[in-house]
Each structure stands twice: as C-alpha cells, then as structure tokens.
C-alpha cells in the first residue's frame, strides 16, 4: 500500500519538475460531474523557466542524496519519461458513496517509456495490462489508461465516511476506472463557465472548488433542505497561484449566483475598510495587524434563512441575549493587531510561559450595544484573560492593558506603517518574523521572508481576495531560493 501511495506523489512531484504547455479545459469538463468538488490544473509550461534545474544538476552539496539526484535527472527530463508533456496536469476530486477520490489525470506519448521509468522512480515494477487498460503496481491496481494517451491514477479517501472505521486511503477499483472514462458531463453552462475561468492557462496553479457541493456533502443534503439553498445552488470559488522573482502571489474569486450577488451587492455596496478604527491603537510595533469591514446585516439574514436563528436564541438565553441584539449592536468594523512583545507569565505550577500579546477592536452602534458591553465588563472570564475598553464607537479587548491607554485617553496612535487602500473591504499585513522562526530549512535558506500582504474586496456581488507572500531575495524566481539556491 505505501509503495501505491508513493507512486501518486511521485507523479505529481514529476510533473511539476517538467517543462510543458498548457491545453484548454475541455477535456476535463467531459469527466466533471455534479459530484465532483474540485479541480486543479498545473500549467507545466510555467514551471520550465522558474525551476533551478542547472543548480540541482550541479549540487555537490548534502541536499539531495544519490538517490535522490538519479530521481531529479529523470524528473528534469519528461520527454524521455513517456509523458506528453503538452498536456496540463488536472487533480479531480469526487463524491462518492460518503467518500472523496482523488484522481490525477495526465497525457502519455509513449507506454513503454512510463512503465520502465516509473518503476526506477517508484521502486516498484509499473505495468500497464493493455488486456483490461489497467495499471498496477507490484501488483496492486492504481490506475487506468484509454484509449493511446490519457491516463488516471486515484486513490479513495476514507474521511469522508464516518460509518467507515480505517480512515485511511485506499486504491480505486476497476469499477471505479470503467465509470470514470464512461461519465457525461451533467453540468449547466454557469458553471462550466466557472471552470474555464478558475483554470487559468496564465498561473502556475489554479483550483475551481465546488462551493455548493462541498457544503451539501459535509451536511449530507440537509442544506439542500433549508430556504438558504437557493442562494448557494452553483456556488463556487477559485484559487490561483503564481511563483515570482521574489514572491508567491495567490488570488482568489468567489462565483455566485444571481440571487446571493444581488444580496451581496446590496449589504456592501458602498462600503470600505473604515482605518478611524486604529486611531487610538498603535500598530508600529505589531508584527501582524488587520482592518476591515463585514456585514452583520449580511450575515444575520443567511443565518435566519438557514434556519439556524431559534437555535442560536436558545443557546443565548442563559445569557440574556438575542442574536438580533448581538448584530444590531455591532456596525461591521474591525481590526486586529498582534505585537512583537510577548507578555511573559508567571504560573506557580508550571513557571513563566508566554503569553501573545495582542488586541482585538470591533466597531459598535451605541447605546445599542450596551447589553452587550455591559455583559463583558461583568464577565469574569473576559477580565481573567486581559482588558476591556469601550466607548460608544468601539469596544476593544486587549491582553495587556497597557495597549489601551491611547483609546483611554483619547489619543491618536502614529502609525507610521499603517497601509491606507480605498475600494477594498479588507487588508493585512504580516511581518516575516514568524515565517522565519517556523520556516525548517531557515539555517540553510539564503534569504529571509519579508512580509504577507492580503487584501479583499467586493467586486459585482463577489469577493476577491489577492495575498502575497514576499523575500528579500529579488533576482530570481521563489523557487530557487525556497529550494536553497541563490
């Protein structure tokens, strides 16, 4: 079984090491079902110039074993690997019977070549059985070919079944492979147009994630019961990244359907990142902070729509509250901030421990959040972990007090790294001081990591998000320093 395992990664490991073209997605639309709830393209082309093909060949260093150095040189090498390395690869993920399968689809140009290659790569004897157009493994069934060229190999994930008692993968069956090549497509055109649009020929990686599907299956179709459904029919959102000199950039895209657009559009039209809410909080030595704006009036209808209100009330009673009360209090604003400082703790048990030291602002309406404001000052449980301040504005949590006294005193922080972007609903900036601490190869790595930056809109009745993760290093692509090269 870990051998079959193995032979998967190594695929993927080999694809992304190859330089190829990208195809169009209509081979992958004939095999995308409503069962299907995600998909992934790799343009191949894109890695060609990125990689550090000349630095790995070269490398006299301890980076890679022997082994390990043979693999690369028949990874850097697709033409001679029997792979058809003008085709994309795609990762389709399915539900089926309470279970996900993971499928990699690919091109070959020459059966021999794969078969002999693969097993040097894999360590197991690769045979395609040209009788059933089967693929097996030492034996063990992995995959599927059709026709001349294309090629799946799937596994089966167990999570997604809670009757089940062994949650870990197992391979597809022949079953499986013979639907597989036999689907119809059974999609309307809204979401076949998603799926071109997710699946960008122009980035290293694009994802289409069927929002709709994923939510019906965690909830095992009980929200297709619920009023709220329609507005989630054709859900879906896309991720996309790209590896650029000096940094990684990812966007992502929401695709809703005209309905939950038009109610989107209606709760943020207008509405912009409202920066008055650090006036008093200091965010110029913080290591990470955010702003931003979300709609409670948003949210409280897709909550009464889901049908979720009553139960939400009863949880709230032994509090005196409402969830009416809870979002009419709280106008949309937020920040966050968290600081360079760690407080340190003393405990009688276990010694000093640190503690982050951080601050949390929410914008409030008045003297419509006094219940609420009033409950959290008395709330032993709020004062034990840190303190609180409000005025009719804002309400602020911080655990060390000391962050406070800007707000107390009516005082205006500098801010002198505070970022101002108009037409955006939210922003974030993160210093490079915890990717660098937690990074593991940071004592080989020549460089370190600068910052990430995320910002979010919304943009005709979507949301769009673009984050970017930055070095110090400028010259070359990411990549090659991610990997340890100059």
């Known amino acids: 079984m870990k051998k079959t395992h193995l032979l998967c990664l190594f695929v993927l490991s080999m694809i ?63 033409e001679d690997n029997g792979i058809d390395i003008e085709q994309p690869l795609y990762i389709i993920v399915d ?4 279970k996900y399968v993971f499928s990699f689809l690919l091109w070959l140009d020459d059966t021999k070549k794969f078969q002999d290659i693969f097993s040097k790569i894999t360590d197991t004897k690769v045979t395609i059985d ?25 596994k089966v994930s167990n999570y997604g079944d809670y009757s089940y008692s062994d949650s870990g993968d197992s391979n597809a069956d022949i079953t499986f492979y013979k639907d597989f090549w036999a689907r119809k497509s059974n999609i309307d055109s809204n979401v076949k147009g998603q799926i071109n649009t997710a699946l960008d020929d122009k980035v290293d990686m694009s994802a289409w994630i069927n929002f709709h599907g994923i939510v019906s299956a965690a909830s095992k179709g009980y929200i297709e019961t619920l009023a709220v459904n329609k507005l989630l029919v054709n859900a879906g959102i896309s991720f996309n990244v790209n590896f650029e000199e000096g940094k990684v950039v990812m966007n992502s895209k929401t695709f809703f359907n005209d309905d939950l657009k038009k109610l989107i559009e209606k709760h943020y039209e207008g509405k912009e990142i409202n920066y008055n809410i650090l006036n008093g909080i200091d965010i110029d030595q913080a290591k990470s902070y955010g702003v931003g704006y979300i709609s ?3 949210i409280k209808y897709f909550v009464k729509e889901a049908g979720f209100e009553s139960s939400i009330n009863h949880y709230l009673e ?39 030291n951080s601050i949390l602002a929410i914008g409030i309406n008045g003297a419509k959040a006094k219940k609420i404001v009033d409950m959290l000052h008395s709330d032993g449980m709020f004062s034990s972990f840190g303190s609180i301040y409000n005025n009719n504005n804002i309400l602020a949590f911080a655990t060390d007090g000391k962050k406070l006294e800007l707000l107390k005193n009516n005082k205006k922080a500098i801010n002198k790294l505070l970022t101002k972007k108009s037409d955006i609903n939210a922003y974030s900036w993160t210093s ?14 020549k460089f370190k990591f600068e910052n990430m930056i995320s910002s979010s809109k919304v943009s005709d009745g979507n949301f769009t998000t673009e984050l ?7 010259k070359k692509n990411v990549i090659h320093y991610l990997m340890g090269y100059e």
Not at 134 to 141: A, E, F, I, K, P
Not at 340 to 346: A, M
């Open 318 to 356: 032994y509090k005196d509250l409402t969830f009416d009360e809870i979002t009419n209090a709280l106008n949309g604003d937020y920040a966050f901030v968290s600081y360079k400082d760690n407080l340190v703790v003393e405990n009688e048990m276990y010694g000093p421990y640190d503690k982050p």
């Open 468 to 474: 970017s993760l930055s070095i110090d290093k400028k």
């Open 95 to 98: 539900e089926s019977k309470g």
């Open 296 to 298: 409670f009036d948003f």
């Open 130 to 154: 040209k009788t059933n157009n089967m693929v097996y493994s030492d034996g063990n069934l992995i995959g599927s070919v059709y026709g001349e060229d294309r090629i799946v190999l799937s």
């Open 16 to 78: 992304l090491l190859t330089s190829c073209s990208g195809g169009d997605n209509g081979d992958i639309l004939k095999f995308t079902t409503d069962k299907t709830l995600a998909i992934s393209k790799i343009n191949l082309e894109q890695f060609n110039d990125k990689l550090p093909k000349d630095e790995i060949a070269k490398d006299t260093s301890n980076h890679f074993s022997k082994s390990e150095k043979e693999k690369f040189k028949l990874f850097m090498n697709a």
């Open 432 to 445: 490079g001081e915890d990717f660098n601490k937690s990074y593991t190869n940071i004592k080989e790595a």
